[in-house]
C-alpha cells in the first residue's frame, strides 16, 4: 500500500503535526472504511487500568491479567478487543491478516479457551476513533495522517509506547525525521 491510501485494515499513523491531542503519536487500526464513514481502535494509548479492574466480575476473564487500552475518543463506555489468531475466527471478523475484532461476550467465549496465551493474544479498548462521511478524507488531505498495511505485531507490541515509533520506522528513512518533531510543534 502506498502511503496516503487507506482502507480496513490500513494502520493511520498520527503525523506530529496534528492537532488533535487525542491521537498525539498514535496508531489507528482502521477496522472499517466506507462511503459512511470511518472506524478504528487506537492500539497505543494505554488506559492505565488493568482488565482485573474493569472486569473484576467477570468470570470469564479470569486469570487474564492484560491492560486495557483507549481505543479512541468516542463513545469510551463502550469495549471491544482485539485477539491474534493463526486460525481463522468466524465469531470475529477479520480486520488484518491474524488480527480479529470483537464486541460480544458470546464470541469471546467461544474462542477464548482456543488463544494460546490470551495475556499476550488478546487487547480490550474501550471507546473508538470515528470519522463521518468524507472527514477522514479531509485529514488526509491536510497531511494529518500517514498510513501502512497493519500487521498483528504491531498491535500486539509491548509496551505500547514503542509502537508509534517502531510503524514510523517500518515507514523507511524518508520518515524518521518524525520520531524527533517535538510534540507541541511551537516548542521547536
Known amino acids: 500500500m ?3 491510501s487507506y482502507s480496513k485494515g490500513s494502520f493511520l499513523i498520527a503525523n506530529p503535526v496534528l492537532p488533535d491531542p487525542n491521537f498525539s503519536r498514535t496508531v489507528v487500526l482502521l477496522c472499517n472504511h466506507d462511503e459512511q464513514g470511518s472506524f478504528g481502535l487506537v492500539i497505543n494509548r494505554n488506559s492505565g487500568l488493568k482488565s482485573t479492574e474493569v472486569f473484576a466480575s467477570s468470570e470469564l476473564l479470569a486469570g487474564y491479567e492484560g491492560e486495557v487500552f483507549i481505543g479512541g475518543p468516542v463513545a ?7 485477539c491474534r489468531s493463526s486460525r481463522p475466527l468466524p465469531e470475529m471478523e477479520e480486520v488484518c491478516p491474524g488480527v480479529y475484532m470483537g464486541v460480544s461476550w458470546d ?23 470515528g470519522w463521518g462521511s468524507g472527514q477522514l478524507a479531509g485529514e488526509m488531505d491536510q497531511c494529518s495522517w500517514l498510513t501502512c498495511d497493519a500487521t498483528d505485531p504491531f498491535v500486539f507490541t509491548s509496551p505500547e509506547q514503542h509502537i508509534w515509533p517502531k510503524v514510523v520506522q517500518s515507514l523507511g528513512k524518508d520518515y524518521e525525521y518524525l520520531l524527533h518533531a517535538p510534540v507541541d510543534p511551537r516548542n521547536n
Open 76 to 82: 469510551p463506555s463502550q469495549v471491544f478487543y482485539l
Open 2 to 4: 502506498e502511503n496516503g
Open 107 to 129: 464470541a469471546l467465549e467461544a474462542v477464548l479457551p482456543d488463544l494460546p496465551n490470551p495475556n499476550e493474544d488478546l487487547r480490550f479498548y474501550m471507546g473508538y476513533s
